[in-house]
């Protein structure tokens, strides 16, 4: 009698046969570059929904990939590693000598997707520049947010501060008092002019803003003490690589905070506000950390508002103990 179980670890035939298909296969190179819905999987392969569901399916079944739904959309990423990454390491060895020609078509396709998600998240922040610290403050009482991030960085000096997607400054505002030298970057031009006005007003000549992207940005490895990511990775197509990327930046020992949403359905801020992602899990935010070196250092849940805001502190390449705290 076949097992009922038809996903353990060692069920090399259920793999074999999950990829025994060229689209599982287009699938699979796909979710390499990134975390993609199951609409935008279909427009790179050039096939409906449905069809593009079922294979993903059959990847789920074999632990070669996961789904996650956020609203009304789904999206997929790479199982576990111990699961995927000796697929991915054949696939690589049997490919190296003989490219495989939909891959270079894929590519090309993706890279539209991921034109159009920025334009469309560039089109609204130019447009909302103005109020974009009125939106924020709809969803959560944003003084609390920075009462809390305040006391969970401390009073310590900081010797670098980054503030990533830092918008029109606020955080540079709070954090570069305290700071020998602070950078604040931000994709949009409109926001760091905003941004220069505000920082001007407030003196804070030693401020920098610079216009740069979250997955490059433009500092050396290990040359910040501290990294803040203030509601700004549910914008973000690529969460991990963010973190990744500011993890990178950070001197051992240094720190990251993070404030964003907890899950939520609010399936209105997709649309109407550019979020890419309703709020991250607890255990997502801590699989990234695991990723990138970071230990968890305290997480903070602020309820009382529309949304959740939650604060996950981490630092680089230290293990101090994880506090749990609610407020």
Known sequence: MQSSTSTAPSDATEIFSAL??????????????????????AQVLGQSQP?????VKILCDAGLAERRKEGSWVFVALGVPDRVEPV??????????APDPWATADTARLSAVRAD?????????????????AIRSLHIAESEVEQAMLRVIGGQP???????????GRMLELFAPRATRALGIDRS?????L???KLAEQGLTHAELRQADLYALPMGSGA??????????????????????????????????????????????????????????????????????????????????ELTVKLWLARSSAPPKLEVQAA
């Open 224 to 305: 910040a003490d501290v990294a803040i990511l203030h509601h700004v990775l549910h914008f973000a197509q690529q969460p991990g690589a963010a973190i990744a990327e500011a993890a990178r930046v950070l001197r051992p020992g240094g720190r990251l905070l993070i404030a964003d949403f907890a899950p939520h359905e609010r399936e209105e801020l997709r649309s109407r506000n550019a979020h890419a992602r309703l709020g991250f899990s607890d255990d997502q935010i801590q699989g990234w950390f695991d990723q990138h070196n970071l230990a968890p250092v305290s997480i903070d849940t602020l309820e009382g508002g």
């Open 117 to 133: 998600r920025a334009a469309a998240a560039a089109d609204w922040f130019q447009q909302h520049a103005d109020e974009w610290d």
């Open 51 to 55: 069809r593009v569901s079922r294979h």
């Open 88 to 97: 991915l390491a054949a696939l690589d060895r049997w490919q190296a000598d």
């Open 20 to 41: 025994a298909d060229a689209t599982r296969l287009r699938i699979v190179a796909l979710l390499r570059s990134m975390e993609l819905s199951v609409g935008e999987l």
């Open 195 to 197: 941004a220069r006005a």
């Open 189 to 193: 031009s409109e926001m760091l002019r």
């Open 158 to 168: 900081i010797a670098q501060l980054i503030d990533i997607g830092t918008g029109t």
